[in-house]
């Protein structure tokens, strides 16, 4: 009898928690620099519950450490709703890259939702002699590591996503890490390295202009910006896929309501279809979930990477 009173009572602290939410701003912490995908998402996702939940809404960006800063900062903030964390693929990365991390990606959060996946393409420069992944592959294997390739650091999506190509195709490719793709994206265009698997909203200016050349898209599908371009997986390697997922996650313990709320809201937001044109316009699948579907995500990418991982021997830099 006591134990179910004692289940009642936080049942019931719970549910009067989750009618008074929210008391006070919610603080949306994005743990990367202003600009990127992850910065609009969270944006999009503060202008909807601002309007919706009766406070104020408010994107924090706390960039530093590969991310890690401002995640830490949301584990262990009170798990009462007012502070939430727009997490990428890196929240799991990272985590498999240092086992020193304050926090467990998975143990020490709640999803809240899946929000989207960043369609990346792999790119060359134009003096690269390949029209074709299949091209690309062949010249990488006539010359091991002469050909080199950009990423926005090590552990980065970029980083990952050509090591799994490396490995697939069975090619040696020499990796030029940079502290993000705004830095690598003029020595791309430049000519001073070769390839990238990179961001298709922020390369495909280039593109157009001619400075760039796709090959294909690293993801498990095409994209509505280029509908003629295949895949890596349709073009030569079949499983290829690197999904850059982007999503919301609360410190774990937070009130099961509130979760659900501001599932329902953030869903609701991406359903809307002028932003998911928006976003659609950018290079960004709108992929909105369930909790339990993110979190069955996030399980699945850290067995993927942790892979990865492993197999390339990477590691973060100090």
Not at 198 to 204: C, D, E, F, K, R
């Amino acid at each position: 009898m006591a134990c179910f009173l004692c289940v009642l009572t936080l049942g019931f602290a719970a549910w009067a928690n989750a009618q008074s939410y929210p008391s006070r701003p919610i603080r949306i912490v994005v743990p990367l620099t202003p600009g990127g995908s992850n910065d609009l998402l969270a944006r999009i996702a503060a202008e909807r519950l601002t309007a919706r939940l009766g406070q104020p809404a408010i994107v924090d960006n706390k960039p530093g450490a590969n991310g890690n800063i401002g995640t830490e900062l949301v584990a262990k903030s009170a798990p009462d709703g007012h502070t939430l964390l727009m997490a990428n693929t890196s929240h799991i990365v990272n985590f498999i890259l240092s086992a020193k991390l304050p926090y467990d990606p998975i143990r020490d959060f709640a999803p809240v939702a899946l929000m989207s996946s960043v369609h990346f393409a792999l790119v060359v420069h134009p003096s690269v002699p390949a029209h074709s992944v299949q091209e690309l592959i062949a010249l990488a294997r006539s010359g091991p590591g002469a050909l080199n390739y950009a990423s926005a650091g090590n552990g980065s999506p970029h980083h990952l996503a050509m090591e799994l190509f490396k490995s697939m195709a069975g090619v040696d490719l020499t990796h030029v890490p940079y502290k993000g793709a705004a830095q690598f994206t003029p020595d791309l265009v430049s000519g001073e390295v070769s390839a990238v698997i990179g961001a298709i909203n922020s390369l495909l200016p280039h593109v157009k202009a001619g400075r760039l050349r796709v090959l294909a898209m690293a993801g498990g599908r095409r994209t509505p910006l280029l509908p003629d371009t295949p895949t890596i997986a349709e073009a030569a390697l079949p499983g290829f896929a690197l999904d850059n997922w982007g999503g919301m996650l609360v410190p774990a313990g937070t009130p099961r309501p509130i979760v659900e709320r501001l599932n329902a809201e953030i869903v609701a937001a991406l359903r809307d279809p002028q932003t998911a044109q928006r976003l659609t316009s950018q290079g960004i699948e709108v992929t909105p979930s369930t909790p339990e579907a993110f979190q069955e995500l996030m399980q699945a990418h850290f067995l993927k990477w942790s892979a990865v991982v492993k197999a390339a021997r990477i590691g973060l830099q100090p």
